[in-house]
């Protein structure tokens, strides 16, 4: 784990399961365009959140790479789920605008619903194909010009799945922050 402090925010890096964050507000999918189970986060999280979740995000579907919405947490120890649809690496462009936008919306729909703590995946570096170190720098990128505004949010924690991840988001955030 790492942390660091940025103005009123703690930023944390953790290796888990993001849809296994009880200390959390709200957790971010990696969503899909149609909010539907998946592979990778959208597959964990909704198999952790239960059938529920599907019939909750269906009428917000269609979502648009860079959108965010928000549902509640069903069977998840959180209160919300902020879904984030981000860039198929390749296809979807600008991909560094669009998964900005990813980091941007949700915060902003953390910030509407007053949310405190939220907990990010590295979204788009699954199957979506998103080189993960140009990924952190741009999600780290996003969030440093995000946090001055930021009102209700105070912890932002990236859960990672692999200790490559780990690694190069603790050095991608050293870069950002130093």
């Known amino acids: 784990m790492k942390e660091i402090r940025v103005d009123e925010v703690q ?3 953790r290796r888990g399961d993001i849809a296994n ?9 990696a969503a899909n365009a149609q909010l539907r189970t ?4 959208a597959g964990a999280i909704h198999r952790a959140a239960g ?4 019939e909750e995000t269906c009428s917000m579907a269609p979502i648009k790479p860079g959108e965010a919405v928000i549902s ?6 959180n209160e919300y789920i902020i879904h984030c649809l981000g860039p198929v690496y390749g296809r979807d462009k600008p991909e560094d605008k669009l998964l900005g936008f990813c980091y941007k919306n949700a915060l902003k729909v953390a910030e509407d619903h007053g949310i405190e703590r939220i907990a990010f995946p590295a979204i788009s570096t699954g ?7 140009d990924a952190a720098h741009v999600a780290f990128t996003t969030i440093q010009n995000e946090i001055p ?8 924690r990236f859960v990672l799945w692999g ?3 780990m690694r190069i988001h603790q050095d991608v955030m050293d870069e950002v922050f130093s």
């Open 149 to 156: 505004q930021l009102q209700s949010v105070k912890l932002l």
């Open 21 to 29: 964050q009880p200390d959390m507000d709200a957790v971010v999918n």
């Open 163 to 165: 200790e490559d991840a």
């Open 72 to 77: 509640g947490g069903h069977q998840l120890p």
């Open 127 to 133: 199957a979506f194909g998103y080189p993960p170190r």
């Open 11 to 13: 930023l944390e890096l």
């Open 38 to 41: 998946g592979g990778g986060v």
């Open 51 to 54: 059938p529920e979740l599907s």
